[in-house]
């Protein structure tokens, strides 16, 4: 069975440091990876993906995640965090195959200090 | 294209009243998905379709809840009788066979 774990509930850095948000998954199959973005009382924007592709995803505003099999791991960085950058943050899986079912991790509150 | 477009935003009722919340996905998207969010369990899948056809309805959580999706430019999410406990903000997301899901704004639903 699919799920997520996002360490940490709420990470916190200063304007212009580097964004380190975890993910680990599991997945029976090759998954399919997400990073979604949630601003207060909006919806949710997809900032990147993997899909089986190159290992390295980038993604809009300057994030950029990696899927590292071996580690089961899909963490999203950003080498310089801007005050804009501030919502929660979502990774979320899809088994491989036929599957089109998002499971979603419980998310990283990102405050950025200025 | 203008989104997903969900209605109402905010819809405040009483326990016992019927609710309809509407969903009118991007134009070509084959999938339709109904999330629900709330602090205690995060984000939730309650049911998708693939081309007006429901595929999986495993999280719909009772009887209470049903969906439809009469044709590809509209569905309902509905909960008769609504309870307290299904207060929560309602996600409608669509895709294509990419999987790439476009989520709505959401509605958020409070039942006192």
């Known amino acids: 069975a699919q799920s997520v774990t996002q360490l940490g509930s709420h990470v916190s850095v200063s304007e212009g440091a580097l964004v380190l948000l975890r993910c680990n998954y599991s997945s029976s199959v090759p998954p399919y990876l997400f990073w979604y973005v949630q601003y207060p009382n909006q919806g949710l924007q997809l900032l990147l993906k993997?899909?089986?592709?190159?290992?390295l995803v980038k993604g809009i505003n300057g994030f950029e995640a990696e899927f590292k099999k071996s580690e089961t791991s899909f963490h999203l960085t950003k080498p310089s965090a801007h005050m804009s950058d501030a919502a929660e943050y979502f990774c979320?899986?899809?088994?491989?195959?036929?599957?089109?079912?998002?499971?979603f991790g419980k998310g990283t509150l990102l405050t950025v200090n200025p | 294209d203008a989104g997903v477009i969900q209605s109402p935003r905010h819809e405040v009722t009483e326990m016992g009243q019927e609710v309809t919340l509407r969903c009118k996905p991007i134009?070509?998207?084959?999938?339709l998905f109904w999330y629900r969010q709330t602090m205690m369990r995060g984000l939730e899948l309650l049911i998708y379709f693939n081309n007006n056809v429901p595929i999986d309805d495993s999280g719909m959580p009772e009887d209470r809840f049903s969906a439809k999706m009469p044709n590809a430019s509209f569905s309902t999410l509905k909960i008769q009788p609504s309870e307290p406990r299904d207060s929560a903000v309602y996600f409608c997301?669509?895709?294509?066979?990419?999987?790439?899901?476009?989520f709505g704004q959401g509605t958020r639903l409070t039942v006192v």
């Open positions: 134009s070509g998207h084959d999938y």
């Open positions: 997301a669509s895709s294509l066979v990419d999987r790439e899901a476009f």
């Open positions: 993997y899909t089986s592709a190159a290992t």
């Open positions: 979320a899986v899809i088994d491989g195959g036929s599957n089109y079912k998002l499971t």
